[in-house]
């Protein structure tokens, strides 16, 4: 092999490694982004589930904290409470 054929054999060479290395990197970066939507996407889940247990807490707490037969819910949250505590006890 003549000497301008081992150099362009090498600039071949060089460019395609050049070439499959950014193919990699651009791979690698679409995986870090979906990786990175996922995470949000799970993120944002989660915090809507938060805000709906919360939601579902605060509405609980103004039935029981109403003043309107605030004696009988009071008897029934206190019912309630004894119910699950002997459940516990039992457990």
Request: glycine residues 4%; without cysteine.
């Amino acid at each position: 092999m003549t000497i301008n054929a081992l150099n362009s054999q090498s600039v071949y060479a060089s460019l395609n490694a050049e070439r499959l290395g950014s193919a990699e990197n651009r791979s690698e970066q679409r995986q870090n982004s979906v990786a990175v939507k996922g995470g949000k996407a799970v993120e944002q889940e989660q915090n809507t589930v938060q805000a709906s247990y919360e939601q579902v807490y605060a509405k609980a707490q103004s039935l029981f904290a109403s003043p309107a037969h605030s004696s009988s819910k009071t008897a029934a949250y206190d019912a309630v409470s004894k119910q699950l505590g002997r459940q516990t006890a039992q457990e």
